[in-house]
């Protein structure tokens, strides 16, 4: 018994002096952001870069804001696992909505090393939800006050941390690309459910309980045929599917 006793003093030993380790091991790899924003930046062609700062560590992220006048409409664009806000298909959604008359602002997510896996992630979430929380009060800031978030893969995971908090009342309408792990029970907000049937493995085996938990007339859940999880090819039809959501949705 008193080995017993030892062994388990032993484990909550480590485990109180490891744990700090694991955290800052997972937290978001800020000198890689800026390496990003180094080179998006330079090369911007639509839009404006932004500096947001994170009430946590205040930290400042870049975003890309493409504004389009006369409209109160808005849409946070949020990438997926270790890119950035104008990477191919995100860079894609936050220009073409821009030409369709809904004003974008494309965010960076907390990313972490290049080598890292997608279970690394979570703890990375509560910052993201922050991102988000600023990015809102960004644009409500402006006069946009019918937002809708926009994400894709990761972001679409890190969407739902902020969406399952206590979004702000201005966010209206959520377009989810591509979401693997987990589904949308307990948010009343509307939904489009979008993904390609040749996307990755996870997102095709958990696509039958989303679209179980959407919840409200309003939400939806879209497939577009011959599209992986990129929508490499079929960018058109992916942004043509999101932008009908938002402007059937926002008023």
Not at 182 to 207: C, E, F, S
Request: glycine share 8%; hydrophobic share 45%; no cysteine.
């Amino acid at each position: 018994m008193k080995q017993n006793n030892l062994l388990i003093w032993l484990l909550g030993v480590w485990a109180a002096l490891a744990w700090p380790l694991l955290a800052v091991a997972a937290e978001a790899d800020y000198a890689r952001e800026k390496k990003w924003a180094d080179e998006v930046v330079p090369g911007l062609v639509v839009g404006d870069p932004v500096y947001l700062q994170t009430p946590r560590g205040h930290h400042k992220f870049l975003t890309l804001f493409t504004p389009v006048a006369g409209t109160d409409k808005a849409a946070i664009v949020v990438h997926g696992m270790g890119i950035h806000p104008d990477w191919g298909m995100v860079g894609t959604l936050r220009t073409d909505l821009a030409d369709r008359g809904i004003t974008t602002l494309s965010i960076q997510m907390p990313i972490l090393a290049a080598d890292a896996k997608g279970e690394a992630y979570p703890p990375t979430f509560p910052e993201a939800a922050e991102r988000l929380g600023e990015a809102v009060d960004f644009l409500k800031a402006k006069g946009y006050t019918q937002i809708a978030i926009v994400s894709h893969s990761m972001g679409s995971r890190m969407s739902r941390v902020y969406l399952a908090g206590h979004p702000d009342p201005a966010v209206k309408l959520w377009a989810s690309l591509g979401l693997s792990q987990d589904d949308y029970a307990g948010l009343k907000l509307p939904i489009l459910d979008l993904y390609g049937d040749n996307d990755l493995p996870p997102v095709l085996a958990n696509a039958a309980k989303r679209k179980q938990t959407l919840a409200g007339a309003s939400s939806q859940q879209k497939v577009i045929a011959r599209a992986d999880h990129f929508y490499s090819g079929h960018e058109a039809e992916m942004v043509a599917a999101v932008a009908d959501f938002l402007n059937a949705t926002l008023k």
